[in-house]
């Protein structure tokens, strides 16, 4: 079976939907706001910025997988959710009132940490909802959901910002948690089936036996192009953020809102057409757009230079987003299928994601202090066009295909020796 037992109340799936639009913005913190609040109000050089990122980013690396194989072993997921959200506002609240170096470095490094159980528990939640046969349809939705909320978040962090001075960001944020731990809080358990909550099939436990495979090249592939991809795409959004806040002065975090909101009012009709046609059409096809156009979005960097520009290119950023965020799970959950390891699978790729996301604000923020802004962008293209190969010719479909009732019937019947 692949479906739960009884559908799930109302009452539990708009309070998923509540958390789908609220905790991924939480989960980061102040996000790429944090950026224009360390190049602008603190003057630090886009190498003490990307040391920031870099060290937080890896600290949540090395506790994503175990995260996921944490997610598939509880029971009552969504409290773990609002646990991990009470971190981070702890952390926002203590980081706006003491901003030195080793203050934001360790409180973003907390937040990195406790961010990674969100994710693969939303999705495990959604998983154990809807199961298998409504699980593209509510990706897809969650990830539109998602983008909505990030631009009321957007908004509302630039308003603030720019009203009221760069400190109240952070507590904006802060009370944006509060209704997120109300939201996880009033998913009921009993709504959730557990074992399809971990990738498993209702009625039948996974193999538990240490020699039982639940991984394969398609997995590795994957994984390495998920790795390629966020090297290159993460440090755009963050050299962006630098470029901007150096040529807007005040009037910064009013430019990167609104490239935040167009990237995700993009995100929102592209999630939602993903998630409707993912079980009609092959899963490759659909990912290698995803790919195509962050090369293209790094090379028309170098000829953007007003803030207008650069943020104008936030559609493409959209339209890679919303692809990438939906079909990475989906094609995950096709690899994983059955095995119980849904969640642990989706922490490692979490892992090679972080993993990309921090070398590239490293390396790219080194670039950018060495050489300048125009190398850091053509370095991230060419990265960019690595991944787009390997997934091109190296990555083989995924969707899953049951046989037809004939063929099934077929392969049930006995075998008969011919007279």
Same mark, same amino acid.
Not at 52 to 63: D, E, I
Not at 227 to 244: D, I, P
Not at 298 to 308: C, F, I, N, V
Not at 352 to 378: P, T
């Given at each position: ?6 559908? #799930? ?13 609220? /905790? ?41 997988? #175990? ?52 994710? #693969? ?24 959901? &998602? ?31 509060? #209704? ?27 193999? +538990? ?30 050299? $962006? ?25 993009? &995100? ?27 090369? $293209? ?38 690899? &994983? ?19 990309? +996301? ?16 125009? +190398? ?33 019937? /077929? ?9």
């Amino acid at each position: 079976m692949t479906a739960p037992s009884s559908a #799930p109340s109302r009452r539990s799936l708009r309070s998923l939907d509540a958390l789908a639009f609220l /905790a991924p913005d939480i989960q980061g913190g102040v996000g790429p706001f944090l950026i224009v609040f360390m190049a602008g109000t603190l003057a630090w050089d886009p190498q003490r910025i990307g040391t920031v990122m870099f060290v937080s980013a890896l600290v949540g690396l090395v506790v994503q997988a #175990p995260a996921g194989a944490l997610i598939d072993s509880v029971r009552h997921k969504p409290r773990w959710i609002a646990g991990a959200i009470a971190l981070i506002a702890a952390c926002l609240v203590v980081m706006a009132n003491w901003p030195g170096y080793g203050v934001i470095l360790a409180g973003q490094s907390l937040i990195g940490a406790a961010g990674t159980l969100v994710a #693969p528990a939303i999705a495990a939640i959604s998983l154990g909802m809807v199961g298998r046969a409504g699980l593209d349809a509510r990706i897809g939705r969650n990830a539109a959901i &998602t983008a909505g909320g990030t631009v009321l978040w957007a908004l509302g962090t630039g308003w603030v910002g720019h009203a009221f001075g760069p400190h109240a960001m952070f507590f904006y944020a802060v009370a944006m948690a509060l #209704p997120t731990m109300a939201a996880a809080m009033l998913i009921r358990q009993r709504d959730v089936d557990p074992l399809l909550a971990r990738g498993a099939d209702t009625g039948h436990e996974p193999d +538990a036996a240490p020699s039982a495979r639940w991984y394969d090249r398609r997995l590795l592939v994957l994984l390495a192009c998920a790795f390629l991809f966020h090297l290159a795409n993460a440090a755009m959004l963050t050299l $962006v953020a630098q470029k901007v806040g150096t040529q807007a002065g005040t009037s910064a975090t009013l430019w990167l809102s609104g490239g935040v909101i167009v990237t995700q009012l993009v &995100t929102v009709p592209i999630a939602l057409a993903v998630g409707r046609w993912a079980p009609r059409l092959a899963r490759k096809p659909i990912f290698l757009v995803g790919f195509a156009v962050l090369p $293209v979005r790094g090379l028309l960097y170098l000829l953007a230079d007003s803030p207008a520009a650069l943020l104008s290119l936030q559609v493409l950023d959209g339209i890679g987003a919303g692809i990438f965020g939906v079909m990475l799970t989906l094609m995950i959950g096709d690899i &994983t299928r059955g095995s119980g390891h849904f969640n642990f699978a989706l922490g490692i790729g979490a892992a090679c994601v972080g993993l990309g +996301a921090a070398l590239s604000n490293l390396a790219a923020g080194a670039v950018a202090h060495l050489a300048g802004y125009d +190398a850091a962008f053509v370095m991230l293209a060419a990265v960019a066009l690595a991944g787009l190969a390997l997934f091109a010719f190296a990555m083989p479909e995924t969707r899953y295909r049951p046989r037809s009732m004939p063929d099934a019937l /077929a392969a049930r019947a006995p075998t008969t020796s011919a007279p």
